[in-house]
Nanobody, 132 residues
Framework: QLDLVESGGGLVQPGGSLRLSCTAS????????IGWFRQAPGKEREGVSC????????LYADSVKGRFTISADSARKTVYLQMNDLKPEDTGVYYC?????????????????????????WGQGTLVNVSS
């Protein structure tokens, strides 16, 4: 059983950047689709981005397109979320999740509202606070 551990959150001013990491312990994320979610105070958790198998498209929520980039290292042990031009509305707890059965597409559990509970693995979350 893999465990996922997020890191890289913190306080940043609007317009700034952060890079979040999601590292798998106990193995690699080969054969998993991996996604990033966030939950703002008082709001439902929402999908931000996902990454499928090697060579497959990467998807992003409309609210972060052009600002966030998801990537993985060559060993597929760590998945990153590079966040640029951060806005106060990006504030929240960011989680990574992974699943061997669910792919990365717009209607999958990575983006479909209320379906994320189906995903196999979750990290504990890292807080991102965008504030001046």
């Amino acid at each position: 059983q893999l465990d996922l551990v997020e890191s890289g959150g913190g306080l940043v001013q609007p317009g700034g950047s952060l890079r979040l990491s999601c590292t798998a312990s106990g193995g690699t994320l080969n054969y998993y689709a991996i996604g990033w979610f966030r939950q703002a105070p008082g709001k439902e958790r929402e999908g931000v981005s996902c990454l499928g198998s090697v060579g497959s498209p990467r998807l992003y929520a409309d609210s972060v397109k052009g600002r966030f980039t998801i990537s993985a290292d060559s060993a597929r042990k760590t998945v990153y979320l590079q966040m640029n031009d951060l806005k106060p509305e990006d504030t929240g707890v960011y989680y990574c999740a992974a699943d061997r059965r669910v792919g990365c597409w717009a209607t999958s559990a990575f983006f479909a509202p209320g379906q994320d509970g189906r995903l196999e693995l979750w990290g504990q979350g890292t807080l991102v606070n965008v504030s001046s």
